[in-house]
C-alpha cells in the first residue's frame, strides 16, 4: 500500500497545508528579499550621492581657501553621521584625504550576504566649480547595515510564516481532534459490527459527523435487518427442503426430478420401487434410460413428456393407458404429469415428474364397469347393458326379415314368499328363477333384470309369432315347478307380457314400456300367463300421456292460475270466504275449462304438483289480502292422490313455512268423500296431522260417495260440502230436497259445519238457511274469478233481501212451497222468453194458456189458498196471474206470425206482470212473518 495512505488523517491534512504556507511564506519571503535588496541598494546609492553633493561646495571652497582642515573634518563628519559610508577619500593630484572607520560586524549569516545580492557600493564624484577641477571625491558603502536590516525583515517574515504554522497546527489539531473522534467511533463500530450487528455508533460533533454517525447507524439497520431477513430466509428454506425431503420421501406417488437438459436429478422411494433403479445409480442418467414408457394397447412407445415440458415449458399430462417398463421388466399402468422447475426469473432449470401406479384403480374400474352393466345379485345385464342389446337388436332386425319379440316378466306372488322366508330366500328365488330361464332361452336371447321381481327378456331373429309364444310357454311352464327355499318347498308363477317389432314399430324405450303394459294386462287377466300389446289400446293411452305433458310443460310454464268463487254467509249477508279453483290460461286456447285437464291429472303425479302450486298460490294470495285489510279464508281442493301420498304432509308443511306471516286457520282444505273412505285410517291419521298444524278440512261433494254414519264418525273433518247436483234442483226434486236436509241434519248431529255448493237462486238460498245451511257458493252468487277482481266484487256486492227477510225468521216447512210458488213463476216467464229468443217452448199448451194449469196455479188453488186465501195480497194476485198467461199466448201467436216487433213489446208488458207477482208474493212472505 502506498505510504500515503498509512498516514493519519491529521498528518493528510496538516502536511499539504503547511507545505502550501511554507512555500507562500518562502514566495514571500524572496520577494520581500528583493525588495529589501532593492531598498538597500537605492539608499546606500542616495547616501552616497547626497554625501557627494555635500561635500562638493566644502571640498572647493577648502581648496580654495586651502582649508585642508575643513575637508578633513567634513570627511570624517561623513563617516561618522551616515553608517553606511565607510570611507570617504579626497584625491586630487598629490593631495590625498581620508576618512574611513572599520567595516560594520555582519549580524547575519555568512550564506545571507550572497544571499542577500547587497553588494559594496562605491562612488567617485569629480570636484568641480565654475570650471576648475578641484579632484576627486572617493565614496565606499559598507554594504552590512543593509543586510542585517534585510536580515532583520527576513528573519520577522520568517517568524511568522512560523506562527502561522504553529496556530494552523495547534487549530487544524483542536479541529480534528473532535472530527477524528468521530471517526474512531465510527471506526471502532465498524469493527464490531461483524460479531455484534446491534452496534450504533453515537451520533454527535459536527453536521458532517452527525451526518456520518446517522448514514452509519442507517447502514447498521438496513444490514442487520438484512441479515435477519436472510437468516429467517434460511430458516424456512431449510425447513421447506426438510419438509419437501420428508414429503418426497413419505409421498404416496413417484416423483423424478431432472436438470434442464433431461439429465435425473433425484428419484424418491416410490419411483425407485417402480423403475427398478436406486437414486444413486440413476443421478445423471438421461430420463429415458430408466423411464420406458408404452401404450398399453397398441405397445408403442410413447413420447417422453420432460423433454415437451422442457422444450415449451408447459405442464404436460401421459395420455390414458400408459405402461411403465422398470428395469427388470415389469409393466404397471402409470398415470402421470410433468411441470417445469423455474427459477425467480422465470427460466426453466428443470422439470418434475410425478406418476403413480393405477394398478388398483384399473382393475376397480373394470370391476365398475361390470358392476354398471350388470345385476349383483344374478350376474344378469342390468338396464344400461339391456338399452345397448336392445338397440342392437332393434337394428339387426331393421336390416333382416324377422321379428323381434320384447317381453317383460314378473313373478307372481314373490313379495309374501319373500316377506315370509326372508330376504336371502328371496334373493336365492331370483338366482334360481334366473337359471331356470337361461335353460329355456336360446343362446341369442337377453335377459336382464331390472331390480325386484323384474325381467327382460330380448328375443331375436323370431320367423313368426307362434315361436315367440312357443318359447314363453314354455318358460312359464317352466318357472312354475317348485322351489325348495329354506328348506320348505313354494310355489311361485311368473306373468309375462311381450310386443313384437316391426309390428309395433316403436323406439326401444317405447317397446320396453308397451311390454310393461301387456305384462299388467296379463296380470289383470289372471296371472300365470302371458299376454300380447295391443297397439290400438296404446293409442289411448299415447294421447293421455300427450295430455298429461301438456299439462306438466304448463304447470313449469306457469300457465295454470287460481280463481276464487266467494263463500257467503246467507243469514248475515257478509263474505265468509273463497274456494281456490285451478284454471289453465293456455297460450292459445285461452281458458282451458277444468273438465278439460283436472281427469288427466288423476290417478298420476300431475295431481301432486298441481296441489303444491294450489297451496303456495293460495297462502301467497291469503297475504296478499292480509296485507290489505282482508282476512279472508281460502279452501284449496287436493286430488285424492295427493292428500294419500307420503309427501303431502312435508309439501303443506313446506309451503306454509313459506308463508310464517299466514295463519294456518285461513287455509281450509277440500277433499273428496271418495278420497276419504278409500283409506278411511290414512286419511283420519292425515287429518289429524292437519289439525295439529291448525288447518280445517272439508269433505267435498258430500252425498255422491258411498260414506256410511260409522265411516263420518271416523273421520274427523271439520266440514261437509252439499254437491252441487243436488242443490241444483232442490226446488223441484224432493229427492234432492231430502238428500240436502239429511247431510243439513248429519253435520249438526256429528258437529261439522255444512257448505252448499251450486247455489243459482235466492230461493235456494232462503231453503238452505231454513234447513241449517249458513253458507253457500254458487253461480247465483258469484262466479269463479281472478284475484285482481275479488276486492271489487266484495265492495260491491250486495246479499239477497229475501236473504235478510227470512234470516232470523221463525217459519215452518209448509210455507217451502210459497218459495217453489216464486221459483215457478220466473221459470215460465223465462221460458216464454226463451221461445221469443228463439229457443223451443218447454211449456205445454194447457200450461201455456191456463193459468189454472201452471204450477204457479196449482199452487194457487191448493196449498197457497188454504194457507193464504184470507191475505190481500193473495187475492190481489189472480187477475195479474191472469193476465200473465194471457200475455204469454199473446207472445207465443205474434212469434208464430212473425210479427216480432209486437211481441217484444209484449214481452217487455209480461216482464211488468212477472214484478207485479213477485211483490204480490213478497207481501205475503212479509205478512207472514209479521204473524210469527
Same mark, same amino acid.
Given at each position: 500500500?502506498?505510504?500515503?495512505?498509512?498516514?493519519s488523517?491529521?498528518?493528510?491534512?496538516?502536511?499539504?497545508?503547511?507545505?502550501?504556507?511554507?512555500?507562500?511564506?518562502?514566495?514571500?519571503t524572496w520577494?520581500l528579499?528583493?525588495e529589501?535588496?532593492?531598498?538597500?541598494n537605492?539608499?546606500?546609492?542616495?547616501g552616497?550621492?547626497?554625501?557627494?553633493?555635500?561635500?562638493?561646495p566644502?571640498?572647493?571652497?577648502?581648496?580654495?581657501?586651502?582649508?585642508?582642515?575643513s575637508i578633513?573634518?567634513a570627511?570624517?563628519?561623513?563617516?561618522?553621521?551616515?553608517?553606511?559610508?565607510?570611507?570617504a577619500?579626497?584625491?586630487?593630484?598629490?593631495?590625498?584625504?581620508l576618512?574611513?572607520?572599520?567595516?560594520?560586524?555582519a549580524?547575519y549569516?555568512?550564506g545571507?550576504?550572497?544571499?542577500?545580492?547587497?553588494?559594496?557600493c562605491?562612488?567617485?564624484?569629480?570636484i568641480?566649480l565654475?570650471?576648475?577641477?578641484?579632484?576627486?571625491?572617493?565614496l565606499?558603502?559598507?554594504?552590512?547595515?543593509?543586510?542585517?536590516?534585510?536580515w532583520?525583515?527576513?528573519?520577522?517574515?520568517?517568524?511568522?510564516v512560523?506562527?502561522?504554522?504553529i496556530?494552523?497546527?495547534?487549530?487544524?489539531?483542536?479541529?480534528?481532534?473532535?472530527?477524528?473522534?468521530?471517526l474512531r467511533?465510527l471506526?471502532e463500530a465498524?469493527r464490531?459490527?461483524?460479531?455484534?450487528?446491534?452496534t450504533?455508533?453515537?451520533?454527535g460533533?459536527?453536521r458532517?459527523?452527525?451526518?456520518l454517525?446517522?448514514?452509519?447507524?442507517?447502514?447498521?439497520?438496513?444490514?442487520?435487518?438484512t441479515?435477519?431477513a436472510?437468516?429467517l430466509a434460511?430458516?424456512r428454506?431449510e425447513?421447506?427442503?426438510?419438509?419437501?425431503?420428508?414429503?418426497l420421501l413419505?409421498?404416496?406417488?413417484?416423483?423424478i426430478?431432472t436438470?434442464a437438459?433431461?439429465r435425473?436429478?433425484?428419484l424418491n422411494?416410490?419411483?425407485?420401487?417402480?423403475?427398478g433403479?436406486?437414486?444413486?445409480?440413476?443421478?445423471g442418467q438421461?430420463?429415458t434410460?430408466?423411464?420406458?414408457?408404452?401404450?398399453?394397447?397398441?405397445r408403442?412407445?410413447?413420447?417422453?413428456?420432460?423433454?415437451r415440458?422442457?422444450?415449451?415449458?408447459?405442464?404436460?399430462?401421459?395420455?390414458?393407458?400408459t405402461?411403465?417398463?422398470?428395469?427388470?421388466?415389469?409393466e404397471?399402468?402409470i398415470e402421470?404429469s410433468?411441470?417445469p422447475?423455474?427459477?425467480?426469473?422465470?427460466e426453466?432449470?428443470g422439470?418434475?415428474?410425478?406418476?403413480?401406479?393405477?394398478?388398483?384403480?384399473?382393475a376397480?374400474?373394470k370391476?365398475?364397469?361390470?358392476?354398471?352393466?350388470?345385476d349383483?345379485?344374478?350376474g344378469?345385464?342390468?338396464?344400461?347393458?339391456?338399452a345397448d342389446?336392445?338397440k342392437?337388436?332393434?337394428?339387426?332386425?331393421?336390416?333382416?326379415?324377422?321379428l323381434l319379440?320384447v317381453?317383460?316378466?314378473?313373478?307372481?306372488?314373490?313379495k309374501?314368499?319373500n316377506?315370509?322366508?326372508g330376504?336371502a330366500a328371496?334373493?336365492?328365488l331370483?338366482?334360481?328363477v334366473?337359471?331356470?330361464?337361461l335353460e329355456?332361452?336360446r343362446?341369442s336371447d337377453?335377459?336382464?333384470r331390472?331390480?325386484?321381481?323384474?325381467?327382460?327378456?330380448?328375443?331375436?331373429?323370431?320367423?313368426t309369432?307362434?315361436?315367440?309364444?312357443?318359447?314363453f310357454?314354455?318358460?312359464?311352464?317352466c318357472?312354475?315347478q317348485?322351489?325348495?327355499l329354506e328348506?320348505?318347498?313354494?310355489?311361485?308363477?311368473a306373468?309375462?307380457?311381450f310386443?313384437?317389432?316391426p309390428?309395433?314399430?316403436?323406439d326401444?324405450?317405447?317397446?320396453?314400456?308397451h311390454?310393461?303394459?301387456?305384462?299388467?294386462?296379463a296380470?289383470?287377466?289372471?296371472r300365470?300367463?302371458?299376454?300380447?300389446?295391443? !297397439?290400438q289400446?296404446d293409442e #289411448?293411452?299415447? /294421447?293421455?300421456r300427450?295430455r298429461?305433458? %301438456? &299439462?306438466?310443460r @304448463? *304447470?313449469a310454464?306457469?300457465?295454470?292460475e287460481?280463481?276464487?268463487?266467494?263463500k257467503?254467509d246467507?243469514?248475515?249477508?257478509?263474505?265468509?270466504?273463497?274456494?281456490?279453483l285451478?284454471?289453465?290460461?293456455?297460450?292459445?286456447r285461452?281458458?282451458?275449462?277444468?273438465?278439460?285437464f283436472?281427469?288427466?291429472?288423476e290417478?298420476?303425479?300431475?295431481?301432486?304438483?298441481?296441489?303444491?302450486?294450489?297451496?303456495?298460490a293460495?297462502?301467497g294470495q291469503?297475504?296478499?289480502?292480509?296485507?290489505?285489510g282482508?282476512?279472508?279464508?281460502?279452501? !284449496?281442493?287436493?286430488?285424492? #292422490?295427493?292428500? /294419500?301420498?307420503p309427501h303431502?304432509?312435508? %309439501? &303443506?308443511?313446506? @309451503? *306454509?313455512a313459506?308463508?310464517?306471516?299466514?295463519?294456518?286457520?285461513?287455509?281450509?282444505?277440500?277433499?273428496?268423500?271418495?278420497?276419504?273412505?278409500?283409506?278411511?285410517e290414512q286419511?283420519?291419521?292425515?287429518i289429524?296431522?292437519?289439525?295439529?298444524?291448525g288447518?280445517?278440512?272439508?269433505?267435498d261433494?258430500?252425498?255422491?260417495?258411498?260414506?256410511?254414519?260409522?265411516?263420518l264418525?271416523?273421520?274427523p273433518?271439520?266440514e261437509?260440502?252439499?254437491?252441487?247436483?243436488?242443490?241444483?234442483?232442490?226446488?223441484?226434486d224432493?229427492?234432492?230436497?231430502?238428500?240436502?236436509?239429511?247431510?243439513? /241434519?248429519?253435520?249438526?248431529?256429528?258437529?261439522?259445519?255444512?257448505? @252448499?255448493?251450486?247455489?243459482?237462486?235466492?230461493?235456494q238460498g232462503?231453503?238452505?238457511?231454513?234447513?241449517?245451511?249458513?253458507i253457500?257458493?254458487g253461480?247465483?252468487?258469484?262466479?269463479?274469478?281472478?284475484?285482481?277482481e275479488v276486492?271489487a266484487?266484495?265492495?260491491s256486492?250486495q246479499?239477497?233481501?229475501?236473504w235478510?227477510l227470512?234470516?232470523?225468521?221463525k217459519?215452518?216447512?209448509?210455507?217451502f212451497?210459497l218459495?217453489?210458488?216464486?221459483?215457478?213463476?220466473l221459470r215460465w216467464?223465462?221460458?216464454?222468453?226463451?221461445f221469443?229468443?228463439?229457443?223451443?217452448?218447454?211449456?205445454?199448451?194447457?200450461?201455456l194458456?191456463?193459468h189454472?194449469?201452471?204450477?204457479?196455479?196449482?199452487?194457487y188453488?191448493?196449498h197457497?189458498?188454504?194457507?193464504?186465501g184470507?191475505?190481500a195480497?193473495?187475492q190481489?194476485?189472480?187477475?195479474?196471474?191472469?193476465?200473465?198467461h194471457?200475455?204469454?199466448?199473446?207472445?207465443?201467436?205474434?212469434?208464430?206470425?212473425g210479427?216480432?216487433?209486437?211481441?217484444?213489446?209484449q214481452?217487455?208488458?209480461?216482464l211488468?206482470?212477472?214484478?207485479?207477482?213477485?211483490?204480490?208474493?213478497?207481501?205475503?212472505q212479509r205478512?207472514?212473518?209479521?204473524?210469527a
Open positions: 500500500m502506498n505510504s500515503r495512505y498509512r498516514l488523517l491529521f498528518w493528510r491534512l496538516f502536511l499539504p497545508i503547511t507545505l502550501m504556507i511554507l512555500c507562500a511564506g518562502s514566495l514571500r520577494l528579499l528583493g529589501e535588496r532593492a531598498a538597500q537605492q539608499s546606500m546609492q542616495s552616497l550621492n547626497l554625501a557627494a553633493a555635500v561635500m562638493q566644502i571640498i572647493a571652497e577648502g581648496v580654495i581657501t586651502g582649508d585642508y582642515a578633513q573634518a570627511l570624517e563628519q561623513q563617516v561618522r553621521l551616515r553608517p553606511n559610508i565607510q570611507r577619500e579626497w584625491r586630487m593630484e598629490s593631495a590625498r584625504l576618512a574611513a572607520r572599520p567595516p560594520t560586524a549580524s549569516p555568512d545571507f550576504a550572497r544571499l542577500s545580492g547587497i553588494e559594496v562605491e562612488l567617485h564624484q569629480p568641480s565654475a570650471g576648475a577641477d578641484y579632484g576627486e571625491l572617493a565606499l558603502c559598507d554594504p552590512a547595515p543593509g543586510r542585517a536590516a534585510a532583520i525583515r527576513v528573519v520577522s517574515q520568517a517568524q511568522v512560523s506562527g502561522v504554522v496556530a494552523l497546527f495547534l487549530i487544524l489539531g483542536l479541529i480534528l481532534r473532535t472530527s477524528l473522534a468521530a467511533r471506526i465498524h464490531r459490527f461483524p460479531e455484534d450487528h446491534s450504533r455508533v453515537a451520533v460533533g459536527s458532517e459527523s452527525r451526518l454517525g446517522q448514514a452509519f447507524n442507517g447502514m447498521a439497520e438496513e444490514v442487520e435487518a441479515l435477519r436472510l437468516a434460511r430458516a428454506w425447513h421447506e427442503a426438510e419438509l419437501n425431503r420428508t414429503t413419505s409421498i404416496g406417488d413417484a416423483v426430478t436438470d437438459e433431461g435425473v436429478a433425484q422411494p416410490v419411483a425407485e420401487r417402480l423403475t433403479w436406486p437414486a444413486v445409480e440413476a443421478a438421461p430420463l434410460a430408466i423411464f420406458a414408457i408404452v401404450n398399453e394397447q397398441t408403442a412407445p410413447v413420447d417422453n413428456p420432460v423433454a415440458v422442457l422444450a415449451e415449458g408447459i405442464v404436460v399430462g401421459l395420455a390414458n393407458h405402461v411403465l417398463i422398470a428395469r427388470d421388466g415389469s404397471q399402468p402421470d410433468a411441470a422447475i423455474r427459477c425467480g426469473n422465470g426453466i432449470v422439470c418434475v415428474l410425478v406418476f403413480h401406479d393405477v394398478s388398483e384403480k384399473k376397480l374400474q370391476r365398475i364397469g361390470w358392476q354398471a352393466t350388470h349383483d345379485l344374478t344378469l345385464p342390468n338396464r344400461a347393458l339391456l342389446r336392445l342392437q337388436a332393434v337394428a339387426r332386425c331393421d336390416r333382416g326379415q324377422h319379440a317381453g317383460m316378466l314378473d313373478l307372481d306372488e314373490f309374501p314368499v316377506d315370509r322366508l330376504h328371496g334373493d336365492q331370483l338366482r334360481l334366473t337359471a331356470r330361464t329355456v332361452l343362446a337377453t335377459l336382464a331390472l331390480g325386484g321381481d323384474e325381467f327382460v327378456l330380448v328375443l331375436p331373429d323370431l320367423a309369432l307362434a315361436e315367440a309364444e312357443a318359447i310357454g314354455r318358460l312359464l311352464d318357472l312354475a317348485p322351489y325348495v328348506g320348505e318347498t313354494v310355489r311361485v308363477t306373468t309375462l307380457g310386443t313384437l317389432y309390428l309395433d314399430a316403436s326401444p324405450d317405447t317397446l320396453l314400456r311390454a310393461d303394459e301387456a305384462m299388467y294386462a296380470k289383470h287377466a289372471g300365470n300367463r302371458y299376454h300380447l300389446y295391443d !297397439v289400446h #289411448q293411452q299415447q /294421447t293421455r300427450e298429461a305433458e %301438456d &299439462l306438466h @304448463a *304447470l310454464a306457469g300457465e295454470f287460481l280463481f276464487y268463487q266467494p257467503v246467507l243469514r248475515r249477508g257478509t263474505v265468509a270466504g273463497f274456494e281456490a285451478a284454471r289453465w290460461r293456455h297460450p292459445l285461452g281458458i282451458v275449462p277444468p273438465a278439460d283436472l281427469p288427466h291429472m290417478g298420476n303425479e300431475l295431481g301432486c304438483e298441481l296441489g303444491r302450486f294450489a297451496l303456495a293460495a297462502l291469503i297475504a296478499a289480502w292480509r296485507a290489505a282482508r282476512d279472508w279464508r281460502v279452501s !284449496v281442493n287436493i286430488t285424492p #292422490q295427493h292428500f /294419500t301420498a303431502f304432509l312435508d %309439501d &303443506l308443511k313446506a @309451503a *306454509l313459506r308463508h310464517p306471516d299466514v295463519p294456518p286457520q285461513r287455509l281450509m282444505l277440500e277433499i273428496l268423500e271418495s278420497a276419504a273412505i278409500a283409506d278411511i286419511a283420519a291419521s292425515v289429524a296431522a292437519c289439525h295439529a298444524l288447518i280445517r278440512l272439508a269433505l261433494d258430500f252425498g255422491t260417495g258411498y260414506a256410511s254414519l260409522a265411516y264418525k271416523r273421520l273433518a271439520d261437509l260440502k252439499i254437491d252441487q247436483s243436488f242443490v241444483r234442483d232442490v226446488l223441484d224432493p229427492g234432492d230436497l231430502a238428500v240436502v236436509e239429511a247431510v243439513i /241434519t248429519l253435520a249438526a248431529l256429528f258437529g261439522r259445519d255444512v257448505v @252448499a255448493e251450486g247455489v243459482e237462486l235466492a230461493e232462503v231453503l238452505l238457511m231454513r234447513l241449517g245451511c249458513d253457500a257458493q253461480y247465483g252468487i258469484a262466479r269463479p274469478m281472478p284475484a285482481a276486492a266484487w266484495a265492495a256486492w246479499p239477497d233481501p229475501r235478510a227470512w234470516a232470523d225468521a217459519w215452518e216447512m209448509s210455507d212451497p218459495l217453489v210458488a216464486q221459483y215457478d213463476h216467464v223465462k221460458s216464454v222468453l226463451a221469443l229468443d228463439g229457443n223451443r217452448l218447454s211449456l205445454g199448451r194447457e200450461e194458456a191456463d189454472h194449469a201452471c204450477r204457479l196455479g196449482h199452487w188453488d191448493g197457497g189458498r188454504q194457507r193464504y184470507h191475505l195480497a193473495f190481489e194476485m189472480e187477475p195479474v196471474h191472469a193476465e200473465v194471457r200475455t204469454g199466448c199473446e207472445i207465443i201467436r205474434l212469434k208464430a206470425d210479427r216480432l216487433q209486437e211481441a217484444q213489446a214481452a217487455r208488458h209480461l211488468e206482470l212477472k214484478d207485479r207477482i213477485l211483490e204480490h208474493l213478497a207481501r205475503l205478512e207472514m212473518l209479521h204473524q
